[in-house]
């Protein structure tokens, strides 16, 4: 889907300029007085290096051919700078008012682009790109973006931040336009659809500039374009008044509303500032490469505390409530602060409704209950008495007045209405500011709750600090690469927010575990320092246990792959010259030395065509490829080009190996093995995939498998790359890079095309192997992957995209697995002495 559907025809809801409401600055006075120069020639644009301003032709060329040389002519430009701006137009009670907000944007095709658009202000700074917001409500977090150029910047990199996506469209004139032209595979796309219906107007001239004038018409609605006749550039949209605010075209005060994108001073040759774009860097900004939303502000100061005794009077200085009295009667105190205003009258109703509801259907509640109404002022409403008050607004309760400022002092109340509520043990369990237009449907619950002893303060207080907490860690692990803030910790451990996990058993082991994997048919194995492999179900079964002379060291963090038939077991260790293969029915063992400088990248158990015996595929250093029978110990091998960076088990066109080797420079290559030659025959990464794609081979035994891309849309790192468990999708996890020192993990489809992409906080370049695991949810049927990071945190991803969470633990991780049980995924995390099983659920 086009990313930027319907960029200009969602403007409905869209009425501010700098985040703030547009019509509410038209009330308070804050727009400048203007005039329109629609027609009007300005300074003349020669010295801009423009062709020189001409004379109004009319043309025969029809609607579409002035639009498809509109867009060829940004497709022709090697760069472009303009001054652009929204413009708002119109009368109030008669006089002229004009408000603007920046819209301007400077590119160049060697990677390079800059922009002021509504809140945001970004520019390249070195090898670097970096974006920040303006307005006061973002800027808070003091966070800016901060990113590798690409060698083209592309719309899908631009909008690659949903923070950044949506301001950019979140302004009056929605997405800029130059923005969509210069860098959009189907510019305008979505405003010019099959359904708009084009007529040439008779041409004009803007800012000096003959345009001709493209009239846009979608129904009802119409966009306005003028295309400058001699450069085909934009230079002015005209938005329909139907996407401004309602409140606005209602108003009577208001006349003759024009609403435009305005582009003036645009330039295609000389040099461009960008120092006028890249926002300023401040000694308390924080680099990341992907904005952090913060949390929502929650005052916890004084929740779940016990308050001292207190009093509170009524209009008439009696006492009507004293809280030691009120706790002997295990009573629940709900206190409401009130006002003389709407909203006030709002909650007094809502809290009447919520006392009669509370009577009628949980009375052993409602007698635990005693609501209280306090007055904030020492005097009623103008024209009204206490009594009168009471009853015109139908306070429930006790009725009370804040003479002594009680509320402020004690509770800190410092608005109207305010809710707060006391336990019986004088502990603050809740505090409500303002109207809640579901208090009615809320409050009931919540006071159940505390009626049956249930802390519901604590529980608030403890979500409120694990957000912070999150939040954090999330910063961190955004941190860009260029971030001066590099001392920053993470926390000792951290649960995940989406994903629920619950400790299911845990096993002791007396020796180190080293390494885990799980094979084709969900058993989990595992290996020991001291040599002994395991293999037992998730569930806990006896283990069936093997010797092997596998004498691993601590800290090694070797990898062991199992065959698909689960007899062969590989082990290996990265950057070395040697591995091991063990036979679980045989109890042999063999061991393969490689040349010295023959180190191993990665390796993978692949299935051959016409034969029942797997294959182990090897990849080294120095870019050749290993093919190992385990039964017959024949070795077969071939040399390519650049050196490899993982193999996946895919299905390859006419060859009898399933398998690809992925290219450090991010070609593919199938293995190649004749199916008309003997086994013995040289097993080569042979020759590119042709960039005509044909169609390949079923892949594990399903049709209509996609063709595979002869070179990846992104830079590979070293494997392991995992399939999806779910083998109808055909999907792979793969390591990556979106550009330099930004480090993503990409799930890639059947041709291996990115679906999506998770940014990761760094990829491990140690000798140790990533520990990466993946099982199928019996629950959603999708594959869930969990990759360990620096030993000790956990990133959960989930094949739809959306399922992505993260968690750390305290302890070293040596091992992990996902493997479905029953109805449920379970989640096997292994340290050196214990491992332990979760049950997972999203």
Not at 194 to 213: E, F, H, K, M, N
Not at 341 to 346: K, T
Not at 418 to 441: C, F, I, K, S
Request: some cysteine; aromatic content about 6%.
């Amino acid at each position: 889907m086009n990313p930027l559907q319907l960029p200009l025809l969602t403007l409905r809801s869209r009425c501010a300029f700098h985040g703030c409401v547009l019509w509410c600055m038209v009330i308070g006075g804050f727009l400048l007085p203007a005039c329109d120069r629609t027609d009007q020639v300005v300074q003349s644009s020669r010295a801009t290096g423009e062709v020189p301003t001409g004379q109004l032709i009319s043309t025969s060329q029809s609607p579409r051919a002035a639009l498809e040389a509109c867009i060829a002519a940004y497709e022709n430009l090697t760069q472009y700078q303009d001054a652009g701006f929204v413009r708002l137009l119109y009368r109030l009670d008669g006089q002229p008012v004009e408000d603007r907000a920046p819209l301007s944007v400077a590119w160049k095709n060697t990677g390079q682009l800059g922009f002021s658009v509504y809140s945001l202000k970004a520019g390249p700074s070195g090898s670097r790109w970096r974006l920040r917001f303006g307005d006061e409500q973002t800027a808070q977090d003091e966070q800016i973006l901060s990113r590798a150029l690409p060698r083209q910047v592309t719309l899908s990199w631009l909008l690659d931040d949903p923070l950044v996506s949506d301001r950019l469209s979140a302004g009056l004139a929605g997405f800029p336009p130059q923005l969509d032209l210069l860098l959009g595979t189907e510019p305008l796309a979505s405003l010019v659809d099959d359904s708009a219906q084009l007529i040439l107007r008779t041409p004009q001239v803007v800012d000096g500039r003959p345009c001709q004038v493209l009239s846009i018409q979608r129904g009802k609605v119409e966009y306005v374009m003028w295309i400058d006749q001699d450069s085909h550039l934009l230079r002015r949209l005209r938005i329909p008044n139907e996407n401004l605010a309602p409140a606005m075209l209602a108003d009577q005060r208001v006349s003759e509303i024009q609403l435009t994108i305005e582009l003036p001073d645009i330039r295609t040759s000389g040099d461009i500032d960008w120092a006028n774009f890249t926002p300023e860097i401040n000694a308390r900004d924080r680099l990341v490469t992907h904005f952090v939303p913060r949390p929502p502000a929650i005052d916890t100061t004084l929740l779940d505390r016990e308050l001292p005794p207190f009093t509170m009077q009524n209009e008439e200085g009696q006492v009507v409530v004293q809280s030691s009295t009120m706790n002997r009667d295990r009573k629940i105190l709900v206190m409401t602060w009130l006002a003389d205003h709407p909203a006030c009258r709002v909650a007094a109703s809502q809290l009447s409704v919520i006392a009669q509801q509370l009577r009628s259907s949980a009375p052993e509640v409602a007698e635990r209950i005693q609501f209280v109404c306090i007055w904030a002022a020492p005097t009623p409403p103008a024209g009204l008495t206490f009594p009168e008050l009471r009853k015109s607004w139908d306070m429930p309760g006790i009725f009370a007045v804040d003479r002594k400022a009680m509320g402020r002092d004690l509770f800190r109340v410092n608005e109207a209405p305010t809710l707060v509520v006391l336990d019986a043990n004088n502990r603050l369990q809740l505090r409500e500011l303002r109207t809640n237009p579901v208090l009615d449907q809320l409050l009931p619950r919540l006071l159940a709750q505390i009626v049956s002893g249930e802390n519901i303060a604590q529980a608030v207080v403890q979500r409120a600090h694990a957000e912070q907490l999150r939040y954090a860690v999330e910063l961190q692990l955004a941190s860009a690469s260029d971030n001066p803030r590099v001392n920053d910790s993470i926390p000792e451990s951290y649960q995940p927010a989406q994903v629920h996990l619950a400790e299911v058993s845990q096993q002791d082991s007396t020796s180190e575990s080293t390494a885990t994997t799980v094979d084709a048919n969900q058993m989990v194995w595992q290996l020991h320092g001291d040599g002994r492999l395991e293999r037992q179900s998730i569930v806990g079964d006896a283990a069936t246990s093997f010797t092997t002379p596998w004498k691993t060291v601590a800290g090694a963090m070797p990898r062991i792959q199992v065959s698909q038939d689960t007899r062969y077991i590989a082990l290996a260790e990265r950057d070395t010259n040697h591995l091991e293969i063990f036979d679980s029915q045989s109890e042999q063992n063999r061991k393969i030395e490689l040349p010295l400088n023959s180190t191993i990248v990665d390796l993978r158990w692949l299935a051959m065509h016409g034969t029942r015996s797997p294959r182990l595929a090897v990849v080294t250093r120095d870019a050749k490829t290993i093919l190992l029978d385990p039964k017959n110990r024949e070795q077969l091998s071939g040399d390519s080009a650049v050196k490899p960076a993982a193999i996946i088990s895919h299905a390859s066109a006419d060859s009898l190996v399933e398998g690809y080797v992925v290219l450090e420079n991010g070609k593919v290559e199938p293995l190649q093995l004749s199916r008309d030659s003997t086994e013995s025959a040289p097993a080569l990464p042979g020759r590119p995939i042709a960039h005509t794609r044909t169609s390949a081979p079923p892949m594990n035994g399903t049709a209509g498998a996609a063709a595979v891309q002869a070179e990846l849309d992104f830079l590979p790192a070293a494997g392991p790359w995992l399939p999806a468990r779910d083998v109808r999708s055909g999907s792979v996890l793969a390591r990556g890079w979106l550009a330099a020192e930004e480090p993503a993990l990409f799930l890639l489809d059947q041709s291996l095309t990115p679906r999506w992409h998770y940014r990761m906080p760094i990829i491990d370049t140690s000798n140790a192997w990533p520990m990466i695991a993946e099982g199928l949810d019996p629950a959603s049927g999708q594959t869930v992957w969990g990759i360990v990071e620096d030993q000790r945190t956990v990133h959960l991803l989930r094949a739809d995209g959306i399922g992505r969470d993260h968690f750390r633990v305290s302890e070293p991780i040596t091992g992990i697995a996902i493997v479905p049980s029953g109805d449920r995924l379970i989640l096997r995390i292994v340290h050196r002495s214990k491992a332990i099983n979760y049950s997972m659920s999203w």
